[in-house]
Nanobody
């Protein structure tokens, strides 16, 4: 079982920045993958970025490459999503996700709203 607590969402103007945090109740050593998904109203949830906790290898959606950075702090059992140059189309609920022994766990969601 993994509990995830997200923080850092909010309202920002286009071009601004936000950093999302997701703290896991288990050591990152026991988690295979940590990542971020987002879901805009009326749309399906999509992968934004993820990171393999052992290797540090990352993946990004094409729409956020060069603007978003995923990172993790193993000592804090936390994964971050640094979001720069935000655009209105980034507006969504952002969900933290971890995979452990083949099971997915989800955070509660953080609303990110980017005004034009």
């Amino acid at each position: 079982q993994v509990q995830l607590v997200e923080s850092g969402g909010g309202l920002v103007q286009a071009g601004g920045s936000l950093r999302l945090s997701c703290a896991a109740s288990r050591s990152i050593n026991s988690i295979d993958v940590m990542g971020w998904y987002r879901q805009a109203p009326g749309k399906q949830r999509e992968l934004v970025a993820n990171i393999y906790t052992s290797s540090g290898r990352t993946n990004y959606a094409d729409s956020v490459k060069g603007r978003f950075t995923i990172s993790r702090d193993n000592a804090k059992n936390t994964v971050y999503l640094q979001m720069n140059s935000l655009k209105p189309e980034d507006t969504a609920v952002y969900y933290c996700n971890v995979i452990r022994i083949g099971r997915s766990y989800w955070g509660q969601g953080a609303q990110v709203t980017v005004s034009s």
